[in-house]
């Protein structure tokens, strides 16, 4: 029998990461660096990361990388895939920086049809700068900001990014994942590779949405975030794709 060694992805350098423990951003990289390495592209590469928990990428991924101003990723990457058109590009953005500051960014990369991957992670709460309430908080969910739950009344609505971005035309492909379990690693991996792969067909704007943990901030054990994500995020969130174009299958 043929014996299969488990190893770090090429895409992946092999240096300890600063996340915090049962934080889901390690699972997220590696899948990133496995489809980068499959789809044989690391060395045309260039990925975006700006301001958030996932500001220090650019030491963990193994091809180029920028740093991008809070919320400004998108529009950098606008700037690199067009005069590098033969480039991979993509981002690496939280819903503090994609959902709030960000917004019109990837609103409107999207309507411009730009061919960019993002890789859009949503642990609904602001990690890096101390566990505010962003725009993706849940109803009645606790945070530094809102010590008492989170106020419809106040607030407004958790935003649904992707159903929101697979409204527009140039947005070709729009899913959102999670990393809950191995079989919806599986599956957010798919999609990752999908996302790449559409782009590199110059299909147009690509989404993905992980749902991830913040053990730290949340107030939880690894296991119980996992278990609160299960709970109350994915039914706010449900999983699944929500544009795709013809032909393409629905993972």
């Known amino acids: 029998m043929a014996e299969v060694l488990f190893s770090r992805p090429k895409s992946l350098l092999d240096i ?12 997220i990289h590696r899948l990133v660096a496995e489809v980068l390495d499959e789809l044989n592209v690391r060395e045309r590469t260039i990925g975006i990361a700006p301001v958030g928990c996932s500001v220090l ?5 193994n091809c180029d990388m920028m740093e991008a101003a809070h919320g400004r990723a998108p529009a950098v990457a606008t700037g690199v895939k067009r005069v590098l058109p033969e480039s991979v590009v993509f981002t690496y953005q939280g819903d503090g920086d994609l959902a709030a500051i960000g917004c019109a960014e990837i609103i409107h990369a999207a ?7 993002t890789i859009f992670v949503n642990n609904a709460i602001y990690g890096m700068t101390g566990g505010q309430m962003a725009p993706t908080s849940l109803e009645s969910q606790v945070t530094t900001t809102s010590p008492y739950g ?28 999670a990393v809950n379990n191995p079989a919806n690693m599986a599956k957010a991996k798919s999609s990752i590779k999908t996302a790449f792969q559409l782009q590199m067909s110059g299909a147009g704007f690509s989404m993905v949405e992980v749902l991830s943990t913040c ?3 949340w107030g939880m054990t690894p296991l119980e975030a996992v278990k609160w994500l299960e709970q109350n995020m994915i039914p706010y969130y449900p999983l699944g794709v929500f544009k795709t174009p013809e032909g393409v299958a629905k993972v």
């Not at 300890?16 to 699972?27: E, N, R």
């Not at 990428?57 to 991924?61: C, I, K, S």
């Not at 309507?111 to 991957?117: A, D, L, M, N, Y």
């Not at 697979?166 to 994942?177: E, F, L, P």
């Open 111 to 117: 309507v411009r049809g730009e061919k960019i991957t």
């Open 150 to 177: 989170r106020k419809l009344s106040e607030s407004g609505m958790p935003i649904r990014m992707s159903e929101m971005i697979s409204t527009i035309d140039g947005a070709a492909y729009i899913t959102r994942v």
């Open 57 to 61: 990428a650019y030491e963990y991924f």
């Open 215 to 217: 053990p730290t901030n």
């Open 16 to 27: 300890p990461m600063h996340y915090c423990p049962g934080c889901h951003h390690g699972i």
